[in-house]
């Protein structure tokens, strides 16, 4: 049973900087990549950031590009999204996920097969 429980989110002003964080137990870490999510409310669930199995290879949705980083410790098993310049658009539940061996759409959520039960993160104007 593989369990993912993040942490990090608060309220914070425009401009300012969170960094949320995601443990994960029950598959072995340093084989699995892993992404971050977020969804607003009335809106789909949208990608945010997705690491390689090793942190060498990232991607990024363009709404985040420049001021989010997905880094991670294997040695850990923690996955991190340090978010600075936050904008009140970026307010919304993050949400940590791992991906599904062999799947290679990043950016699609039906990519990923376990899920946290998400952080709030609200960003005032």
């Known amino acids: 049973q593989v369990q993912l429980v993040e942490s990090g989110g608060g309220l914070v002003q425009a401009g300012g900087s969170l960094r949320l964080s995601c443990i994960a137990s029950?598959?072995?870490?340093?084989?699995?990549?892993m992404g971050w999510f977020r969804q607003a409310p009335g809106k789909e669930r949208e990608f945010v950031a997705r690491s390689s199995r090793n942190g060498l290879i990232t991607y990024y949705a363009d709404s985040v590009k420049g001021r989010f980083t997905i880094s991670r410790d294997n040695a850990k098993n923690t996955v991190y999204l340090q978010m600075n310049s936050l904008k009140p658009e970026d307010t919304a539940v993050y949400y940590c996920?791992?991906?599904?061996?062999?799947?290679?759409?990043?950016?699609?959520?039906?990519?990923?097969?376990?899920w946290g039960q998400g952080t709030q993160v609200t960003v005032s104007s």
């Open positions: 996920a791992t991906g599904s061996p062999g799947v290679t759409y990043y950016y699609q959520k039906e990519s990923y097969d376990y």
């Open positions: 029950g598959r072995t870490f340093s084989s699995t990549a």
